[in-house]
């Protein structure tokens, strides 16, 4: 995608992930809306050209390129920024240009980190069998069954209600990306969240500081973004305030 930093999204058993050039979990909710209801909307409003040199075009150069595979099928299409929210698209070995409205290619053209969303990680409570929280020796296990959740803390173990597990799904989905990293840091965590889901997947989530109030997020072993300190607290602390209630 894109004359500015390239992306590659994948589908896989477990959902979507961006795999290049960072490998992370995406949101169902940003990849249905953002990626592919943007591209569901690039309908031509009419042909241009039917028997077009595309250099003529500028589509020898475009501002972006998109390339979706489906059942080892390739569709490529390239598009060409006009002025009064247009554009030009066609298919690179093609002939034929057509004119269609620039909304969903501007919101392909964006950086892939809005795929993200609010949250560098996201769960859902009816998808999980349990998270656990650590920091240092103290652990906090929730597990999730039957629509509701226990949560074990100090060898004790109680029950949630509806709104406590709406409060802590809310604070473990608050990971808000503040920047990129160049690359892994050898810190040991603060804080590390283990979830694991229904489905078999397991994602191990490590809370590094690298910064008085920037911790690292390694998930699985590569840390790829950083959050604020004070999200990664507050996480934590809304977990060990419902493990001790």
């Not at 920037?214 to 602390?237: E, K, M, P, R």
């Amino acid at each position: 995608f894109g004359r500015g930093r390239d992306y590659i999204v994948e589908k896989k058993q477990q959902g979507y992930y961006l795999t290049s050039p960072s490998f992370i979990r995406l949101p169902q909710e940003r990849v249905a809306g953002d990626l592919f209801g943007s591209i569901l909307r690039l309908y031509a409003d009419e042909i241009v050209a039917a028997q077009a040199d595309l250099h003529t075009y500028g589509l020898d150069q475009p501002d972006m390129q998109m390339q979706i595979t489906v059942n080892d099928r390739i569709q490529t299409a390239v598009f060409r920024m006009e002025d009064n929210n247009v554009s030009l698209m066609a298919q690179p070995n093609g002939t034929t240009v057509y004119r269609l409205d620039a909304g969903p290619v501007l919101m392909l053209m964006q950086d892939y980190t809005t795929l993200l969303g609010s949250s560098i990680v996201t769960y859902a409570a009816g998808d999980l069998s349990d998270l656990t929280l650590t920091r240092g020796d103290k652990q906090i296990y929730i597990e999730f069954a039957s629509g509701g959740a226990n949560i074990a803390a100090n060898a004790v173990e109680r029950q949630l209600s509806a709104p406590e597990i709406t409060q802590l799904m809310q604070a473990v989905n608050r990971v808000p990306p503040v920047g990129e990293l160049s690359g892994n840091t050898v810190a040991a965590p603060a804080i590390t969240m283990t979830a694991n889901f229904l489905s078999g997947l397991k994602e191990t989530v490590e809370f590094i500081p690298v910064a008085e109030d920037v911790y690292a997020v390694s998930i699985n072993g590569t840390a790829d973004f950083a959050t604020s300190a004070q999200a990664v607290l507050t996480l934590y602390s809304v977990a060990d305030s419902l493990a001790s209630s």
